[in-house]
């Protein structure tokens, strides 16, 4: 197998974990309102919908297009820019979700804040990012190699001969990676904003297979691919 070919099976097997960690965290509530940061085209938005049993769902992208496929699946979608805040009273909702969204926020206290001032008391957010400390990544720094994480310019994938995007523009992939993570990093940030951390999972571990990644990330969630939080207001 090509390893192109090795590491795209890779990552949709730990994107895939971490999506049904994510799902599982959920609480079934039909009265639930949702708010989605980062909605892209819905699509996880409406699994996590289904899992909590409410079609009250509400999403905000940077993208435009985005949003508006959101619309035409048919939720309520606005353009927001998630450095600026969002545009919603206080308590407004009992969910709030952002899977992959938080290492594209450059002002991730904003952020964070404004996600618990959206809860509801009692509310909770599901939260999910890429792991700075994965083993992947500790292992190329070994190396001298740049973590594929860790992205240093919005034009070019530089920095890692293993990576197969390695010299290559990013073309519509521009919004990189401007914030970085590391298990207790992302633990801390999250209680300093007012939440609760009642779970903190890691997803994946490159490169076993599924049965095996799903058992090791258990085992040291620290060194895992992705890791995902449900932090409580």
């Known amino acids: 197998m090509e390893w192109a070919s090795l590491l795209k099976k890779l990552e949709k097997q730990a994107r895939t974990e971490a999506r049904e960690a994510l799902l599982a965290l959920a609480e079934e509530n039909s009265e639930a309102r949702i708010l989605d940061c980062g909605c892209a085209s819905g699509e996880l938005t409406f699994q996590l919908g289904t899992q909590v049993r409410t079609n009250r769902l509400c999403g905000v992208d940077i993208d435009e297009r985005n949003a508006q496929m ?21 308590g407004t909702f009992d969910v709030v979700h952002a899977s992959q969204v938080l290492e594209h926020v450059l002002r991730t206290d904003i ?7 959206v809860l509801k008391i009692g509310g909770y957010a599901l939260i999910s990012i ?37 010299l290559a523009k990013r073309g519509s992939r521009q919004l990189g990676h401007v914030r970085l993570f590391t298990y207790p990093a992302f633990q801390e940030l999250i209680q ?7 779970r903190l999972t890691g997803e994946g571990y490159y490169p076993f297979p599924h049965w095996i990644s799903k058992l090791v990330s258990k085992i040291d969630p620290r060194h895992s691919v992705f890791l995902t939080a449900k932090a409580r207001k």
């Open 111 to 117: 952020f964070i804040k404004e996600m618990h001032r």
């Open 70 to 90: 959101a619309r035409i699946r048919g939720m309520d979608a606005l353009v927001v820019d998630l450095n600026r805040g969002l545009p919603f009273e206080d």
């Open 130 to 166: 890429p792991n700075l400390a994965s083993a992947h990544n500790v292992l190329f720094l070994l190396l001298g190699w740049q973590p594929w994480t860790a992205d240093v310019s919005f034009e070019l994938y530089v920095g890692n001969p293993l990576n197969p995007r390695n």
């Open 192 to 198: 300093y904003h007012g939440f609760t951390v009642e």
